[in-house]
């Protein structure tokens, strides 16, 4: 696992808040916006996001990023700018146009189904994931098997937090794994 600096895993712990019962009741949720406001954070942890998709040297190592709705798309679609790549979204039923392959999957709260267009990648593709949050890891699992369904090879997954206290590591195996920020 790579982590961020202290600083700017400091600087994302002041700037996003817990919401007490959002989505529902017992669920705190981690409400990203005041980040995302933040122009020179936003940017910082955009940058650091899209390092996991870089070597030692600087040079870009994968050809596409693949991001999950919701806010997996806030983040993820800068780094593929950022990266010189394009982007693959990964939706909830029936919001792409297109012929989509899907896998179901649990989350903390619920359980819920993913969906990525069928030509999204081309056999091959080195893939970065990024999201949000790593949770329970169900979304994360998720992706990463629509991703080799779709031809794809995982080349990590990098979240701008980590909730260590449930079981996301766990579910995503040994796929590597870049954390800004633990809580």
Same mark, same amino acid.
């Given at each position: 696992?790579?982590?961020?600096?202290? !600083?700017?895993?400091?600087?994302?712990?002041?700037? @996003? &808040?817990?919401?007490?019962?959002?989505?529902?009741?017992?669920?705190?949720?981690? !409400?990203?916006?005041?980040?995302?406001?933040? *122009? +020179?954070?936003?940017?910082? @942890?955009?940058?650091?996001?899209?390092? +996991?998709?870089?070597?030692?040297?600087?040079?870009?190592? $994968?050809?596409?990023?693949?991001?999950?709705?919701?806010?997996?798309?806030?983040? +993820?679609?800068?780094?593929?700018?950022?990266?010189? $790549? %394009?982007? @693959?979204?990964?939706?909830?039923?029936?919001?792409?146009?297109?012929?989509? &392959?899907?896998?179901? =999957?649990?989350?903390? =709260?619920?359980?819920?189904? #993913?969906?990525?267009?069928?030509?999204?990648?081309?056999?091959?593709?080195?893939?970065?994931?990024?999201?949000? @949050?790593?949770?329970?890891? %169900?979304?994360?699992?998720?992706?990463?098997?629509?991703?080799?369904?779709?031809?794809?090879?995982? *080349? %990590?997954?990098?979240?701008?937090?980590? #909730?260590?206290? #449930?079981?996301?590591?766990?579910?995503?195996?040994?796929?590597?794994?870049?954390?800004?920020?633990?809580?």
């Amino acid at each position: 696992m790579t982590t961020a600096p202290a !600083d700017l895993s400091a600087l994302i712990d002041g700037l @996003v &808040r817990d919401v007490e019962d959002f989505p529902k009741a017992g669920v705190t949720f981690k !409400d990203i916006t005041p980040l995302l406001d933040d *122009h +020179a954070a936003f940017t910082q @942890v955009v940058q650091a996001l899209a390092a +996991a998709g870089r070597d030692a040297s600087g040079q870009v190592v $994968v050809d596409k990023v693949v991001g999950m709705e919701a806010r997996g798309f806030i983040l +993820a679609a800068p780094v593929a700018l950022a990266l010189g $790549v %394009g982007f @693959v979204p990964v939706r909830k039923p029936g919001k792409l146009p297109w012929e989509t &392959r899907s896998v179901d =999957y649990d989350l903390e =709260y619920g359980q819920e189904t #993913l969906q990525m267009h069928t030509d999204a990648l081309t056999e091959g593709d080195r893939v970065l994931v990024i999201d949000d @949050v790593l949770a329970t890891g %169900g979304t994360a699992a998720a992706t990463a098997t629509l991703v080799q369904q779709g031809g794809g090879v995982l *080349h %990590g997954l990098a979240v701008l937090m980590e #909730l260590s206290f #449930l079981p996301g590591r766990a579910a995503i195996g040994d796929l590597p794994l870049t954390v800004l920020h633990v809580v």
